[in-house]
């Protein structure tokens, strides 16, 4: 299994400022990802972070609004740019383990003013 | 494309009864299937997860059994507590390459002391 850390937990923004949500795994890991859960929802998949190169995005989320970084094979950030009120939701990050099980981390919860 | 459904939405039970969790797929050609477990502003804490060559796992009071065939999982809960409350979330990772895991909306259960 994987232990997954996010930082920080929770954050109120104003409406146009950018934040940054860092996921951190205790052990190397081939496959991360970064989903949004608005209220009352199940899970979106935003990306799919992939290590030394460009995320890969599901439709309806782009790059310029959602920048990822993944320097290494346990570490990954997510962005939120120009942030509205409509990007107030939790953010979580996951991690496939060796045998393809997936875990999550304890999410970030947003709030845009 | 892959859908996944949960029945019934949401269940209120007496402390004690046995209960049933119902998850159905549309495509068959699964890697494997997951079920979650969230509480209210968490993140998601793996339960189960059925490789798609198996038939049901076990973990202490939980039994998730797999129908690849007929699209089906399970989830059955023994002897429910308080502490089970929660929203429970089964998730299908699709056999194709390149396509990621497919979320239901969850059942959210509530078991009353």
């Known amino acids: 299994s994987a232990v997954i850390s996010q930082k920080p937990s929770r954050d109120i923004c104003q409406r146009g400022t950018s934040l940054t949500i860092q996921c951190q795994v205790d052990?190397?890991?081939?496959?991360m990802f970064w989903y949004r859960q608005q209220p009352g929802q199940s899970l979106t998949l935003i990306a799919t972070?992939?290590?030394?190169?460009?995320?890969?995005?599901e439709s309806g989320f782009v790059i310029d609004k959602f920048p990822i970084s993944r320097p290494n094979l346990t570490f990954s950030t997510l962005t939120v740019s120009n942030m509205s009120p409509e990007d107030s939701s939790i953010y979580l990050c996951?991690?496939?383990?060796?045998?393809?099980?997936?875990?999550f981390g304890p999410g970030t919860r947003l709030t845009v003013l | 494309k892959q859908e996944v459904t949960q029945i019934p939405a949401a269940l209120s039970v007496p402390e004690g009864e046995n209960l049933v969790l119902n998850c159905s797929f549309t495509?068959?050609?699964?890697?494997?299937l997951q079920w979650f477990r969230q509480d209210p502003g968490k993140g998601l804490t793996s339960l189960l997860l059925?490789?798609?060559?198996?038939r049901e796992q076990t973990s202490g009071r939980l039994n998730a059994s797999l129908d690849k065939s007929s699209g089906r999982s399970t989830l059955y809960i023994a002897a429910s507590q308080p502490g089970d409350s929660a929203t429970y979330l089964c998730?299908?990772?699709?056999?194709?390459?390149?396509?990621?895991?497919?979320f239901g909306p969850g059942t959210r259960l509530s078991v009353l002391p």
């Open positions: 996951s991690a496939l383990d060796s045998s393809n099980e997936q875990f």
């Open positions: 052990s190397q890991v081939t496959m």
């Open positions: 972070a992939n290590q030394g190169s460009e995320a890969t995005y």
């Open positions: 495509d068959s050609a699964i890697y494997n």
């Open positions: 059925i490789q798609s060559s198996q």
């Open positions: 998730a299908v990772h699709p056999f194709s390459y390149g396509q990621n895991f497919v």
